[in-house]
Each structure stands twice: as structure tokens, then as C-alpha cells.
């Protein structure tokens, strides 16, 4: 499967080794001098080793890798002990991965690994339980952080009074470039992707639109690396079991593209959802909205 994941550039690193203690999972080592990525189903994908390199040698990349998978990453972890456990555990809480928050913790339970604090730590203490019910920032540029806002958004009356919209976003980010189509807040979602303009032109589109689905943005006509798109759709749609995609787009030609991609994603993840087109106006109207026959 395409998903994201970070590419080494070895001209550039210097084998400081500042990534390494930052990829709680085990992906990075350093062997030969330079940081390497040992393993696809060890990296997570979510950047925590960007904000270290002082060299700028990492980056994400798109491009076929192994599915990440939590238990193996726990395998790997129990041996290292109490403190790189709570880091990792921490990691996941911070980027809004609930899913795989609880495979980690049905695992330790499965396994009665022992988390007291009397438990070895196999070197300094990274991390505190404390810190992770109130989690810091993380590393890497704070754009790309996951997070799952499906907890905290309280219901609101179904009318919004002129002076008074109420947010209906359950994640960030929201851009299709920097979605993680591993994200938990993808799982069985139903999924508005929307041309970038389509929330400005129209007011109420949180409320019409939004409420209760996950979201992602595109421009087919501006935007580089359509073919990313494509791929990216097709792991939600075919890995991540999307539930419906309602394409909302502006009514100027150009437009038209971003549910051409849908098109071309579902033929490639080989499984059919429903799939509804809505076509706004340049002030904000709703000119056309139905599903679609696949």
C-alpha cells in the first residue's frame, strides 16, 4: 500500500543521531554513520524524528510501504522498558491515535508487562504518565500533528443563528497531502472531501456539510501530485474501509477534477461506496446535490 513515510537524504545527514531517541518506535538506527530507516511496519509516519534533525535530512515521502503494526512496534519496545513504553504511549496519545493507543494497551495487559514505577527503565527516564494525561507538543513542525477532535465536539442546535456557527471539525489536518490514511479518525468514516474554495463561498457549510464526517481539502487544479491523491484515496477506501465520500465542489469547470480522482481511487482500491456529488455556486448556493451511480 502508498502511505506516508520519511526518506533519508544521506548527503545530508551527519550521523548525529539526535532522530534516533525520538522514533519511539524503533524505526531509526544508526548503522554505518548515518541514520537509517530500518523497518516500513515500524514507522508511524507521523514526523517526530523531523523536528530533531539539525541537518534537515528527513522528510516525508509518498510511496508503497508495509502497513505500520502496532503489536510488532510493542514487540520491539517491552525489551527497552518502562520509560521508552510511556514515550511511545504518549507519541500515539499526542497524534490522536486511539486505535492503535488501545492495541498498545490491550497488549501490556495481555502480556502483564510490568508498568509500575518500580519497573526497569533501561536508562534515563524519558517520559512521565503525567505528561502523557497532559500531553506537550510534539516534535516536528506542529502542522503535521494529528488530532482527533471527535471527543470534544458538543452537539449544537440544528439552526445557527446568523451571528453564531459553530465549528463541526473533528480532526486536523485537513489537507489530502498531510492526511495519514492510516488515521484513526478515518476508520469507517464518512469522508467530505472539498474543493479548497467551497468553505468560503458558503456560510453554513460546517453545519450542511461537515457535522459528524471526517475531512479532507484539495484544489484539482492548482495542487501538485495528483497521482498522490489517487493513492491516498484508494488506502482509505480499500484499508481503511471509508463508509461513504461526499465530493463537494465549486460550480467553475476546474472543479470537476477533484470527483474525477474519487472515480479513479475507488476503481483502484477495487470496493464501491456510496458516493455523493454537491456542486456549489461562486456566492455559496447549492446548485446540485444527489449520489451517484457506481
Known amino acids: 500500500m502508498k502511505r506516508q513515510i520519511i526518506e533519508i537524504d544521506e548527503e545530508k545527514c551527519n550521523g548525529c543521531g539526535l532522530c534516533i531517541p525520538n522514533c519511539h518506535e ?152 498531510l492526511l495519514n490514511p492510516a488515521a484513526s479518525f478515518l476508520r469507517g468514516a464518512d469522508l467530505v472531501l472539498a474543493a479548497d474554495c467551497v468553505a468560503f463561498s458558503m456560510g453554513n457549510f460546517h453545519s450542511h456539510y461537515l457535522k459528524g464526517k471526517s475531512l479532507a481539502i484539495a484544489c484539482p487544479k492548482l495542487d501538485t501530485g495528483k497521482e498522490i491523491y489517487v493513492d491516498k484515496l484508494a488506502a482509505m477506501i480499500r484499508d481503511a474501509k471509508l463508509n461513504t465520500i461526499t465530493v463537494v465542489m465549486m460550480e467553475v469547470p476546474c472543479c470537476g477534477g477533484l470527483l474525477q480522482i474519487v472515480q479513479w481511487a475507488m476503481q483502484k482500491a477495487a470496493r464501491k461506496i456510496p458516493l455523493k456529488k454537491a456542486i456549489i455556486s461562486v456566492q455559496g448556493e447549492i446548485i446540485e446535490e444527489n449520489w451517484m451511480m457506481n
Open 26 to 177: 524503533g524505526a531509526l538506527q544508526l548503522i554505518d554513520g548515518k541514520a537509517r530507516l530500518i523497518s516500513d511496519l515500524f514507522c508511524d509516519g507521523l514526523g517526530a524524528c523531523i523536528g530533531h534533525c539539525p541537518e534537515g535530512a528527513i522528510k516525508f515521502v509518498e510511496r508503497e510501504a508495509e502497513p505500520y503494526d502496532e503489536i510488532k512496534v510493542m514487540e520491539t519496545l517491552v525489551p527497552k522498558g518502562r520509560n521508552t513504553i510511556l514515550a511511545h504511549l504518549e507519541h500515539l496519545k499526542e497524534h490522536g491515535e486511539e486505535e492503535f493507543l488501545a492495541q498498545a494497551i490491550a497488549f501490556l495487559k495481555e502480556n502483564k508487562v510490568d508498568m509500575s514505577p518500580e519497573a526497569p527503565t533501561h536508562g534515563e527516564p524519558l517520559k512521565t504518565l503525567h505528561r502523557m494525561k497532559h500531553p506537550h507538543q510534539p516534535g516536528g513542525c506542529p502542522g503535521l500533528a494529528q488530532h482527533d477532535f471527535r471527543d470534544n465536539v458538543e452537539p449544537h442546535a440544528n439552526t445557527h443563528s446568523a451571528n453564531m456557527y459553530f465549528s463541526e471539525l473533528r480532526q486536523w489536518p485537513v489537507q489530502l497531502h
